[in-house]
């Protein structure tokens, strides 16, 4: 079965700093997506960015990259230059075709000024 | 913009009543998801409907059921409400192809 792992259940960063939010998955799957999603306390998940797996690749979304190690199973997100509003949880999510997304805990994310 | 609407936002009910929870996928939206987010935890697959078929479930009991509509609404129903039913519940919905889903807003249910 799939699973996905966030082992940082809180993290803080100040602002216009750089943090890495860390992801591990297990999977026997060769193509499938992985996600970053924000949920800000307006409950709505907003997705950041999206990987897929036979991409080698690193996605990057302005301010928003990751690091994607597939032997590892790894898939980190980089937030660069922070901003206040970057202040929400944010859930790793694994997609197998076009199955269900299976979640990690998520991490919560302040940002101080 | 969210093109993904869920209605109501905030519901409380008994325990063994039934409840209705909605959603609006945007147009052309043909696969739509429910899950179930408990507070402090990541959203549970509850399960998914395609062309107004469910081809996915969750691990949850047949008392969670669901429907789709032709319009893109569909409706997640929960007979015989427990406490621990308490959660949030996210709609999600997708074109069908593995880039992603578009999420709502969510439906938070309390079970009293």
């Known amino acids: 079965a799939q699973t996905v792992t966030q082992s940082q259940p809180e993290m803080s960063v100040q602002e216009a700093e750089t943090v890495t939010l860390s992801c591990t998955y297990d999977t026997s799957e060769s193509d499938y997506y992985l996600f970053w999603y924000k949920q800000p306390p307006s409950r709505q998940m907003i997705l950041v960015i999206r990987?897929?797996?036979?991409?080698?690749q690193n996605a990057t979304e302005n301010r928003f990259s990751v690091n994607f190690q597939k032997a590892a199973k790894s898939f980190s997100l980089k937030i660069s230059d922070s901003q206040l509003g970057d202040a929400a949880m944010y859930f790793c999510a694994y997609l197998y075709n076009t199955d269900k997304l299976i979640f990690g805990t998520g991490t919560r994310l302040q940002v101080f000024p | 913009e969210t093109g993904v609407t869920q209605s109501p936002t905030h519901l409380i009910k008994t325990r063994g009543q039934q409840v209705t929870l909605r959603c609006s996928s945007q147009s052309g939206h043909n696969t739509v998801s429910w899950y179930q987010q408990a507070l402090g935890q990541g959203p549970q697959f509850i399960f998914q409907?395609?062309?107004?078929?469910?081809?996915g479930r969750g691990n949850f009991p047949p008392r969670f059921s669901g429907l789709q509509f032709p319009n893109y609404s569909s409706e997640l129903n929960v007979n015989a409400l427990e406490l621990d039913d308490s959660a949030l519940y996210l709609c999600?919905?997708?074109?069908?192809?593995?880039?992603?889903?578009?999420f709502g807003s969510g439906t938070r249910l309390t079970v009293v």
């Open positions: 999600a919905s997708s074109t069908g192809t593995p880039s992603g889903y578009t």
């Open positions: 990987q897929e797996a036979y991409k080698q």
């Open positions: 409907y395609y062309r107004e078929e469910e081809n």
